[in-house]
């Protein structure tokens, strides 16, 4: 195993402690995506008598989840999730985030926004001081594509198309290249998320995560978001 993936193992193991802490039987865990999420899920498959179920963000989640025995439901049927845990791509000091590497990013925040906390996992990668190094995911309309790419680059981005790739919702995705340093994460996000076409983006900044566990090689750091300790029983 890399030592990257040792880390995201790491952060996986913290993460199923703290939501183990804060299920009952009758919880259901929100499940992100991505080879971080893959860690948590394989380790929470040794638990799964905790809690009633699972809601994933992505099919692949879905079906790996399905193959530890692990109960999956259809988030329709569901109206609140104890817990959200995913990785991400990019960490800000404000515990903003980028995701969707994967390109799961619309279920993963509507996912995550039906969660009570949101619980982001990572190796210590992934922080960074200001965001937009890593191309920011932004899921469009197929038909839309080259009109919301030319509205980007109207924003400074630099588009890309990412080729042969269809989401869960049989949408495109454009990577935007070249935003680094996003100022106002926020701002961007719901400025990106007004253009028509769009889907969502990358960006977790309006729904940030409530609490992040970052892996390094010798400690688990938490990081909790300033604004919600009420919410936290840490
Ligand atoms: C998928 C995501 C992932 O959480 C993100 O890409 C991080 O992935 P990994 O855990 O493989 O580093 O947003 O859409």
């Given at each position: 195993?890399?030592?990257?993936?040792?880390?995201?193992?790491?952060?996986?193991?913290?993460?199923?402690?703290?939501?183990?802490?804060?299920?009952?039987?009758?919880?259901?865990?929100?499940?992100?995506?991505?080879?971080?999420?893959?860690?948590?899920?394989?380790?929470?498959?040794d638990?799964?008598?905790?809690?009633?179920?699972?809601?994933?963000?992505?099919?692949?989640?879905?079906?790996?989840?399905?193959?530890?025995?692990?109960?999956?439901?259809?988030?329709?049927?569901?109206?609140?999730l104890?817990?959200?845990?995913?990785?991400?791509?990019?960490?800000?000091?404000?515990?903003e985030?980028?995701?969707?590497g994967?390109?799961?990013?619309?279920?993963?925040?509507?996912?995550?926004?039906?969660?009570?906390?949101?619980?982001?996992?990572?190796?210590?990668?992934?922080?960074?001081?200001?965001?937009?190094?890593?191309?920011?995911?932004?899921?469009?309309?197929?038909?839309?594509?080259?009109?919301?790419?030319?509205?980007?680059?109207?924003?400074?981005?630099?588009?890309?198309?990412?080729?042969?790739?269809?989401?869960?919702?049989?949408?495109?995705?454009?990577?935007?290249?070249?935003?680094w340093?996003?100022e106002?994460?926020?701002?961007?996000?719901a400025?990106?998320?007004?253009?028509?076409?769009?889907?969502?983006?990358?960006?977790?900044?309006?729904?940030?995560?409530?609490?992040?566990?970052?892996?390094?090689?010798?400690?688990?750091?938490?990081?909790?978001?300033?604004?919600?300790?009420?919410?936290?029983?840490?």
């Amino acid at each position: 195993m890399s030592s990257q993936d040792t880390l995201k193992k790491a952060a996986a193991k913290a993460a199923i402690e703290l939501t183990l802490s804060r299920v009952c039987k009758s919880s259901i865990i929100g499940i992100g995506t991505g080879t971080t999420a893959n860690f948590f899920i394989d380790l929470l498959a040794d638990c799964h008598h905790n809690f009633l179920g699972t809601v994933a963000s992505s099919k692949i989640s879905e079906d790996r989840l399905r193959t530890n025995g692990i109960k999956v439901l259809d988030p329709n049927d569901v109206s609140e999730l104890g817990v959200y845990v995913d990785g991400a791509d990019e960490i800000n000091s404000d515990l903003e985030l980028i995701k969707g590497g994967g390109g799961a990013l619309t279920w993963e925040k509507i996912i995550s926004s039906m969660a009570r906390e949101f619980l982001c996992i990572a190796d210590d990668s992934k922080r960074v001081k200001s965001l937009g190094k890593f191309p920011l995911p932004i899921e469009v309309i197929p038909i839309a594509r080259n009109k919301v790419a030319r509205e980007l680059i109207r924003l400074g981005a630099n588009p890309r198309w990412r080729r042969e790739f269809v989401t869960d919702n049989g949408n495109h995705i454009i990577d935007a290249h070249g935003l680094w340093p996003i100022e106002s994460p926020s701002a961007l996000e719901a400025e990106i998320n007004q253009i028509s076409g769009v889907v969502t983006n990358g960006i977790f900044a309006n729904n940030s995560p409530d609490i992040v566990l970052i892996a390094s090689p010798n400690q688990i750091t938490t990081h909790i978001k300033r604004d919600n300790t009420s919410k936290l029983l840490l």
